[in-house]
């Protein structure tokens, strides 16, 4: 059985380093690049966490393992890929050096204990951890009245995500370009979850990749986008106020039937029939049209000659050969069917209305802009490997706000929240203050509660309560968004609120082992972000005095604050528009809590013979 | 002829001692796999296939039907673990434990001289003896102790599993779902029938969001989104074929002289399909699925009769909900009679069917079905190999509920059954004057491995707490006025000894005591090979007669 190899920490904590090692450098706004090369010579440089990593060949499982965890995280939040392996790193070397170095079967129980330890520390995150961090979050009503803050909000969130990976100008543009088109694209506000669930499901037809631009004409263009040009251009197209138009999904001139037949002709008179019969079918077909009024077909075949001939003779524009994917989402918008062939009947369903049609030149390539209640995203970049970083990088953004908004998971947790505030009056108006402030900074005002705001001066603490307890209320009808600062402000806190939780003597020795391990870890992430700051690293300015500055802020005054990527300072991230959508640190931090605990639940690697896959699928099969 | 030929074995030959030896080390190296995933904290195992494909699991069953095994003891061992898994479906790896001391001790026991067949007796009596015992004295009725009981024996299934964490919410869920699918025949029999129950996965959110669902789950959605996405009182028609324009059939050629008729074959060739659908919604169905596809025109039919259709639906999944809502899966439309009809009796009916968004994924939901209830579970994790980890371990779990509420019977579980049977057997074995006297003494050594391996995973004192337990044990069958003390089991989180009747760990009876018999079986069949004959591969036959197909 020399397949069966146990599983040492020692091979995960290296497997991880050597992932980490290759990160570190490109965390927070002032972080590095990396160029990847492959076989074949093609090469990306990239600061994204996520295509660094997935990039790599890994040949070791559980470095599959931790990466598939990864990558699961990165599906959900659209952030977050280089802090999962840091954080997750730093807690496996954390529990390595207690164990002192290598780990021999006796230690392996207490790896058991910290295993569970860790599994009972999950459980008690949800209790613990979310409304100690709600506390510092911004809530964000998002509805029409309010549409200036959370546009604003919105853009700060998307900046946050892209800050680091590119180069600041282009970065502050598309974001701007984004932020618009995600809420150009909403019709209501309060919808704006559906909405971005829609985009992110059609994201390939709303998205156009173009090379050959700069990033910086990255624009939003009103209507559809089909990658083609006119098969035929009526040149009285443009003058119709309202274009009618249908889309095909077969070719109307497909009329042999689907079983094997062939023509039999016999006489002359025959062969002229025969030769006339198509023609004359596509004759009536595209007079049929006409008469319906319709003066653009689009088709995902292609016509042919003889049929644009006739086409082009009664007047009716043809895009023709689009794709699939295209045309079904067109006749989604217009809300029309699409025709299927010889069979089917032109009627009120099968006709939309367009209020404009006309040739744009996108890139190099001349596509047709149809005027239909839609909005298309164009985003430009000089390479077509820098474009698909784009469209990545924009998609993972647009993830990052549905984070922002889709905060189920807390929600529920927020009364509980509320009766820990009862219990902790003093502290409560600490913080409440605080986040009233974050509020007053950037003027997120709450519509209904907060009617009059003044940025300096605060307001006696039990009008502040009221003011926060209306807003488990309201949650029920809005939607709301809920944002923190970033810049480790978040990991501080988090620290903060695990020691606290290790000190209590409630606790117990596993959990009160573990919290103090992960509190200690989750700092590496700030320590990692001020290493590449660009602050000079002085005895003085050493990241303990950091830490300890803000964790005396934290304790003191209640003020949390964070370290700003660029200068190393120390300050309120929010002034300087670093915002991030709670659920996603929280899922982070979960989640990694959640692969540590299964790594060090391992106690083998075994190869097996054949596919799991296909086990598994026989599995199905047979029952 | 060469008569050397006839009496020489083409292959390898081994015999006598060192063939049990081998067989017996072969079942230990298989034991010793599996034996650190045993109980409530133990360790789970990375299988990593060919391709590098990953799976973390703590199941006995998984890991040793995945692994490469070539010795052939240790296949009987592996065959073992199906066999427990199949017919309880709880206790794969406390199986191959047990089966491989009994072979331990055994070889222990030949080495002192004993012949096998006087230590195969000598089990079997002791296996018959504690299948009894635990009849008579260990189980607890369910009535006794009621609902709880039930998802107290999930909780115990579930307790070394990653939903370990969370096993109030999923026995409960088990449970529920166990009942839902509750069938009575007419001997009044009741059945729990837990192949019914749909396990889907979704993955996104925390593992607390799975849900029960009173009907059938569908990993589909309707083929047009112009169709409707909540039909009330759904009539429901499951088809075994496509709809799509009819066709020939390969070789069929037809020859048509004027070319209008062609335009004719092909209007024909819509209409066949038209005209079944039709047929198929004159009965007053609003819900089509189908294994098959469903082109766009043929959609746009069922769009305006406003009904659902569903295509590429997995042929099983159609099996079962035929089933439940009392459908017939039609294969064609054609009847004896070769004419093309629908009949309304085809037609199955649901209280509601509707496509609700799980995580990524829509699925359809079939609620309420009129014949058979039926229950899903969706199961939501954090990634596909939690997900599969939680199927496996929500599996086990049915398997447990149904054993208990079929056999309505309960052991208590930590080690409790083992410790008891240990003492009862050496008591019992030295009343005996035969000797079959020593081989009972081991058998009931050997079953003391179940609380060992159970503390010593949990990284407790083995030898200690296995001493108390068995002190507990002895004076409760030796002093009647402590019979109570026969429900002390192992509490493995604090390390003490505890009464785990009182604390809610059990296991249901009919696990245990298969458990024994499959163990005492694979061991004796073991146990009773004294030659091993390894053939070299067959030469290929050339030219002999009767091998001409």
């Given at each position: 059985m020399q397949s069966v190899v146990p599983l040492e920490l020692d091979t995960c904590l290296s497997l991880c380093s050597t992932l980490e090692a290759l990160l570190l450098d490109s965390i927070g706004p002032n972080g590095l690049y990396t160029m990847i090369t492959t076989s074949d010579d093609s090469t990306l440089i990239s600061g994204d966490g996520y295509t660094i990593v997935t990039s790599l060949m890994l040949s070791h499982p559980v470095a599959r393992l931790i990466v598939d965890h990864m990558k699961s995280h990165h599906g959900k939040t659209g952030d977050n890929a280089k802090s999962f392996i840091l954080q997750l790193t730093e807690i496996l070397r954390h529990v390595s050096l207690k164990e002192g170095g290598s780990v021999t079967c006796g230690k392996r129980q207490q790896l058991t204990e910290l295993s569970h330890g860790l599994a009972e520390l999950h459980s008690v995150l949800e209790d613990k951890l979310v409304p100690e961090l709600l506390k510092y979050c911004v809530f964000t009503t998002v509805s029409e009245q309010n549409r200036g803050s959370v546009e604003e909000l919105c853009l700060k969130i998307i900046r946050t995500n892209l800050?680091?990976?590119?180069n600041p100008r282009s970065s502050k543009h598309v974001s701007e370009v984004l932020c618009k088109f995600i809420l150009e694209s909403c019709?209501?506000?309060?919808?704006l979850d559906k909405t971005l669930l829609y985009l992110l499901d059609h994201f390939e037809e709303m998205v156009i990749e173009v090379t050959n631009?700069?990033?910086?004409?990255s624009r939003i263009i009103n209507g559809a986008i089909l990658t083609r040009d006119f098969a035929y251009k009526s040149?009285?197209?443009?003058?119709?106020?309202q274009i009618k138009f249908m889309v095909l999904n077969?070719?109307?001139?497909?009329?042999?039937?689907?079983?094997?037949s062939s023509l039999q002709i016999s006489s002359t008179n025959q062969l002229l029939q025969a030769l006339n019969f198509k023609t004359t079918y596509t004759q009536t077909f595209i007079e049929q049209v006409k008469a319906q009024g319709i003066n653009l077909i689009v088709s995902a075949e292609a016509l042919s000659e003889a049929a644009l001939y006739i086409c082009r003779k009664q007047d009716i524009s043809v895009i023709h050969m689009v794709p699939a994917e295209q045309i079904a989402h067109i006749a989604h918008i217009a809300q029309i069917r699409t025709f299927n062939g010889p069979d089917d009947v032109i009627d009120e369903s099968t006709i939309g209305t367009a209020e404009f049609c006309h040739s744009v030149l996108i890139g190099n390539s001349k596509y047709v802009n149809l005027g239909i209640s839609t909005k298309q995203l164009i985003l430009c970049s000089p390479t077509k490997g820098l474009c698909r970083q784009w469209y990545t990088a924009v998609h993972n953004a647009m993830k990052c706000i549905l984070m922002w908004l889709n905060h189920e998971q807390i929600i529920d947790l927020q009364k509980l929240a509320k009766s820990h505030e009862q219990g902790t009056d003093l502290h409560e108006s600490h913080s409440t203050t605080c986040s009233l402030d974050q509020k007053g900074d950037q003027s997120t005002e709450l519509p209904d509660e907060s009617c009059s705001k003044d940025k300096t001066g605060s307001r006696p603490p039990s009008e502040m309560m009221h003011n926060r307890d209306e807003m488990p209320d309201t949650n029920s009808q809005h939607l709301h968004g809920i944002s923190i600062q970033g810049g480790g402000a978040v990991e501080f806190l988090t620290s903060k609120i695990l020691s606290d939780i290790s000190l209590?003597?409630?606790?117990s020795s596993a959990l009160s082992k573990t919290s103090k391990l992960v509190a200690e870890s989750i700092l590496c992430l700030p320590r990692s972000l001020y290493a590449n700051s660009?602050?000079?690293?002085t005895a003085k300015n050493s990241f303990i005095h950091v830490q300890n500055r803000i964790e005396s802020e934290l304790s003191t005054h209640g003020r949390l604050k964070g370290i700003d990527?660029?200068?190393?300072r120390v300050c309120n991230l929010v002034e300087l528009d670093v915002v991030e959508p709670i659920l996603a640190k929280y899922l982070l931090i979960c989640d990694v809590v959640k692969t540590a605990q299964e790594l060090l639940r391992i106690d083998a690697v075994i190869g097996v013979k054949g596919s799991l896959k296909d086990i598994r699928d026989e599995e199905t099969d047979n029952d | 002829m060469n008569t050397q030929q006839a009496l020489t074995i083409s292959g390898e030959r081994t015999t006598g001692d060192t063939v049990r030896t081998q067989n017996v080390m072969a079942a230990a190296s298989i034991a010793n796999i599996v034996k650190?995933?045993?109980?409530?904290?133990g360790l789970d195992k990375m299988l990593v296939d060919d391709v590098g494909d990953v799976t973390v699991t703590n199941d006995g069953a998984t890991i040793l039907k995945l692994l490469e095994v070539e010795h052939p003891a240790a296949k009987v061992l592996v065959e073992l673990a199906d066999l427990q898994d199949q017919e309880v479906g709880d206790g794969t790896t406390s199986v191959v434990i047990i089966a491989a001391e009994l072979l331990k001790n055994a070889d222990e026991l030949v080495k002192q001289k004993i012949h096998p067949t006087t230590i195969i007796s000598g089990y079997r009596l002791a296996c018959k003896e504690a299948c009894k015992y635990i009849q008579e004295q260990m189980t607890i009725s369910t009535e006794e102790l009621g609902r709880d009981c039930i998802i107290n024996a999930a909780k115990t299934s579930m307790s070394?599993?990653?939903?370990g964490r969370d096993s109030d919410f999923f026995a409960n869920m088990v449970v529920d779902a166990a009942q839902a699918v509750k069938t009575t025949d007419s001997k009044g029999v009741t059945k729990?029938?837990?192949?019914?129950i749909n396990i889907l996965k979704a993955h996104g959110?925390?593992?607390?969001?799975s849900v029960l669902v009173q009907g059938y789950a569908l990993n589909c959605t309707v083929a047009?989104?112009?169709?409707?996405?909540r039909i009330q009182n759904a009539k429901i028609a499951c088809l075994d074929f496509s709809l799509q324009k009819a066709k020939m059939h390969l070789g069929i050629h037809v020859i048509v002289e004027d070319p209008t008729k062609l335009d004719a074959i092909r209007q024909r060739e819509s209409d066949i399909t038209k005209e079944r659908i039709q047929k198929i919604l004159d009965t007053g169905v609003n819900v089509i699925l189908t294994t098959g596809g469903i082109d766009d025109l043929c959609l746009k039919y069922f769009v305006e009769a406003g009904a659902m259709g569903v295509r590429r639906c997995k042929k099983q999944d159609l099996k079962r909900i035929a089933k439940a809502t009392g459908a017939q899966v039609l294969v064609?439309?054609?009847?004896l009679e070769g004419e093309e009809t629908f009949e309304a009796s085809m037609v199955g009916q649901a209280e509601e069917v509707v496509q609700e968004r799980i995580s990524d994924d829509e699925l359809l939901l079939i609620k309420g079905p009129k014949v058979r209830s039926a229950a899903s579970l969706i199961l939501r994790g954090a990634n596909d190999f939690q997900c599969d980890e939680m199927e496996r371990s929500v599996h086990d779990s049915l398997c447990v509920v149904k054993r208990v509420l079929e056999s309505r019977t309960v052991v208590p579980g930590g080690g409790t059954v083992e410790a008891a049977l240990s003492i009862y057997l050496e008591n019992l074995a030295t009343s005996l004057?035969?000797?079959e006297q020593l081989a009972i003494a081991e058998f009931a050594n050997s079953l003391l491995i179940i609380p060992k391996t159970l503390a010593v995973n949990a990284a407790k004192d083995s030898i200690d707490l296995v001493a108390k337990l068995r002190a507990y044990h002895n004076t409760s069958q030796v002093q009647a006025e402590h019979a109570?003390?026969?429900w002390c089991g192992l509490d493995l989180i604090e390390g003490v000894v505890r009464d785990n009747k009182a604390a809610g760990v059990f296991e249901p009876g009919i696990c245990k005591i298969k458990c024994l018999k499959f163990a005492t079986e694979a061991a004796i069949t073991i146990l009773r090979i004294d030659d091993m004959i390894k053939l070299a591969a067959a030469e290929k036959p050339d030219g002999h007669p009767g091998h001409g197909h």
């Open positions: 800050a680091g990976k590119f019709s209501e506000l309060s919808q631009e700069s990033v910086l004409s040149s009285n197209l443009v003058s119709f106020p077969t070719s109307f001139e497909t009329i042999t039937p689907n079983s094997a209590s003597p409630s606790t660009f602050i000079s690293k990527g660029k200068s190393g | 650190s995933s045993l109980g409530p904290v070394s599993k990653l939903i729990y029938p837990i192949k019914a959110r925390s593992a607390l969001e047009s989104q112009a169709m409707p996405k064609t439309l054609a009847n004057s035969s000797r109570d003390l026969k």
